[in-house]
């Protein structure tokens, strides 16, 4: 107390450039305070003391150290209730020469000395100032692994932020350069606290928080803030060429100071400031040039999507998070999501609406290459084939029953479980190619696969246009978003090779002779056979008129069948392994079940039954049996051998843990029976493309024909391989054998010799004036494909679709498959009764129909597993005539006229027993 000023608190602090060093506490005069002087300071620095108290009348006071004035006198801030602040201030350079021993720091009033407490300014070498600063945006990095955006990113003015993208997440990070061992204070990295402001006049600071749980330290300050672009007081203060959305960031870290005998020494802590410009743009503005954009290609395949625009002239494929090694294709995206959190994901997505848009799934889902390197470890969590989880669930009614990472909770894909992850799914799609700050891309066009379940691509079509435009800023309207699904998968992979084979100087004989190139497209992908057949011609007046393109896909035929994949091939493989006869004993013993591929029938006669059905035990074990034999490459070349494995842990029914010692034996024959395997599936794929080569009228106004296939060349027609599963060499040869071509070979655009007929358009990357030039592959080329069709270079037309099967009876002796309705068959009006009826001859209720997707004649015997046996709905006891009409691709009326004159009709839908 000097006179009428009592002093009831203060503290000191240390400045430095955007730093302060303080006690963490206020300080009496029973304490000695230790500060540290570094060496970097003395000409920038400044000790700041600020004392609060009560005092009867204002006053001017001045500092002092062993009663040496060092500050100017200044005036207190006296209030009316005569309590008062006082702030002194004393450059380091007055300060450097009482450095080492502790000194008295003395508050003068009116000329009289006001003790404060001991001052003891250490100097050091210890460098106070952050080494380095950066904040880097992580969001899309922690969703699907992708490349972080640095700060430069964030400020830059033609990139930052759109507004009404939702949550951005941030991620502090800031380095220290390590201590003198001698020093006696010490850093900790991990901060004590994050304080944030937003310094605008119109924009709340509510819009960025900080996420304390993601605080962490050693030799970095490490903690995650997040931006709300969609804060409402951003919503109307966003001027057209954008503006930036100053950041204040304060952080403070415990300073440890090395304790002193007899000194009772105050904890210190450090703060530092800084302020970062965060760039915040409208798209509204942009509205127009997006509209002119490019659409957007997209292949959604079972196993990996695609996705294609052109961009500044140039055709790129949009990477979905970064591949785990160079040999990934980084354009072809795993269709993968794996679940965090399932409670979550419902929660978030079910309370989505058309103006709500980017939730926050952040730890939610990983999707894409960071999902399937979680497969191995956490199987159970990673939906995987998502695009037929639809028919799945709806046709087949196999709901996976799934477990999420985070909290290990059981949890059943159900059809609005499905809906959302197809959405998730589609909404991080749309995040990767609606880059941040830049383009927005609102044409889509996806392909399909040919032989497809109506409802599952009502659904896919629905949810998928649903999570795109969930990643369309909220400025941005839903009607001028458009999401179609109007190609089949091997119409646009025609789109993308035609015109190019059209231009080599390889298929300009074709060209000559026939005026069009005639096509074939086997494309063997991950989760489906898709086969097309049709004409690349130039367009009529008509056409051109309508469509403004020179050129024409004309389709003339598509079939497939929706359980012949790479994938599906595999799971079988898995299969076979787990079911060898050396195998099998030691799984029945241990319990050891496996997941049944939906093209194995179920056996209810099997032992132990159990080992089968659906369990998340079986699911791991298909995954780990995968990897570990290393059974994906064994599909693509013969050479390709089943890894030896002397144990292999699998999951046991009551989820306990086994090694198995049993894959070790019979090496060859499980080898011997893999091939096998292979070839007489893949072969099932190439008879259907042969009997489709067959039924397809290639002459305009003609029909197709039962003659056999080997006349494909002389009919001027290419067959093209799509999908990376037509890599295998199991594939061509399958193909010479159904093609009645043993000399076949499969040409790419890079081979020396001339091309035979069959052809995988494959093309590296080149460079042309420093701009890269996209190359082709078996799979990218689909979305390529749909954007050539999206982007009107090329148009798309169907001619009548034809009848999708071949329907018959057994006749002769021995009995063999005939054919009497053959694929291609042109659809006609059911209702009149006339000649476009086929006549099947006598028949009764109790004889079946007989049907198939592939025809040899006088070779199908009845006991061929191709030849299914359906019975239609008419009397058993009815006798008669048989007529046929196909009235749709997949159905046919059937009409019997009995002995009396009167007639039985049934409609008759064939897709389903193909399923």
Known sequence: MTDAVRVDSFTYELHGADLVVHPDAPVDALHTVRLPLPSAWPTTGRL????????????????????????????????????????????????????????????????????????????????????????????????????????????????????????????LLVDWRRAPDDSPFSLDARPADVGLRVEHPTFSSEAVREDPSRRAGGRRTYTELYVDTSHPSLGEGVPPEGVDLPLRIAVSHPLSVAPVEGLDLPSLRLTWTRVVAL????????????????????????????????????????????????????????????????????????????????????????????????????????????????ERVFALDQAPQLRDREKKADFLLDEPRVRMVVRAYAYLLGRAINRPGQEVFLRYWLTYPAEFD??????????????????IPEGISADEVSVQMQATEPEAYAAEVCPELAAHPAFAPLLEKFGELRFAVFDFGGGTLDIACGRYRPATPEEESASGCTSVIETLQVAGDDHLGGDYLTHELVWLVHQHPEHLPEMEAREVPMQRPVTIPENKLARSPQLYKRSLAARQNKVRFQDALALEQVKFKRANEMARVD?????????????????????????????????????????????????????????????????????????????????????????????????????????????????????PSRVERGAEILGVTPKTAVALGALRIANRDVHLVRAAQGFSFFVGDLRGFPPKFTALLPMGTLPQNPDPFGEHYLDFGPWNGQKPLRIAKEYEPGRMSANDPRIISVRPEIPPEAAGRLYLCPSSPTSVMVHLVLADGATVRAPLNLAPYFA
């Open 48 to 171: 700041v003391v600020r004392a609060s108290g009560v005092c009867e009348q204002p006053f001017e006071a001045a500092l002092a150290v062993d009663r040496v004035t060092l500050s100017a006198i200044v005036p207190a801030t006296v209030r009316d209730d005569l309590t008062f602040d006082v702030e002194l201030s004393v450059p380091f350079a007055a300060l450097s020469a009482l450095a080492g021993d502790p000194r008295r720091v003395d508050l003068l009033v009116a000329g009289r000395p006001l003790q404060l407490a001991r001052l003891q300014l250490v100097p050091t070498t210890l460098s106070l100032e952050p080494d380095s600063f950066e904040l880097r945006e992580a969001t899309d990095s922690i969703l699907v692994n992708a490349p972080e955006r640095q700060l430069f990113d964030l400020q830059n003015p033609e990139e930052g932020f759109w507004v009404g993208t939702g949550r951005w997440r941030l991620r």
């Open 279 to 390: 760039r915040l743009r409208d798209p509204r503005p942009s509205l127009p040039t997006f509209r002119r954009l490019s659409g957007v290609g997209i292949d959604f395949g079972t196993t990996a999507t695609v996705a294609a625009f052109t961009h500044q002239g140039y055709r790129s494929l949009m990477r979905l998070g970064s591949p785990p090694d160079a040999r990934t294709n980084p354009a072809e995206n795993p269709t993968v999501l794996l679940i965090e959190d399932h409670e979550r994901l419902w929660a978030e997505l079910s309370s989505r609406d058309a103006t709500r848009r980017f939730p926050d799934l952040l730890r939610v889902v990983q999707a894409s290459h960071a999902a399937r390197e979680k497969l191995s470890e956490f199987p159970n969590a990673v939906v995987t084939e998502i695009k037929s989880l639809p």
């Open 454 to 471: 109506e409802r599952a691509r009502a659904l896919l079509i629905e949810e998928i246009r649903a999570g795109i435009l969930l990643s």
């Open 647 to 763: 144990s292999l842990v699998a999951r046991r029914l009551d989820e306990s843990e086994v090694a198995l010692e049993s894959l070790k034996s019979d090496i060859p024959g499980v080898q011997k029976k893999l091939g096998t395997h292979l070839e007489e599936r893949v072969r099932d794929g190439a008879r259907q493309l042969a009997s489709m080569i067959a039924s397809t009228p290639w002459e305009p106004g003609a029909a197709g024909s039962l003659a056999p296939a080997s006349g494909w060349r002389e009919r001027g027609v290419v067959i093209l391989l799509a999908g990376n599963s037509s890599r295998s060499d199991y594939v061509e040869r399958a193909l010479a054998q159904a093609l009645d071509a043993p000399d076949l070979k499969v040409w790419t655009p890079t081979d020396d010799f001339a091309p035979q007929g069959v052809v995988r358009y494959e093309t």
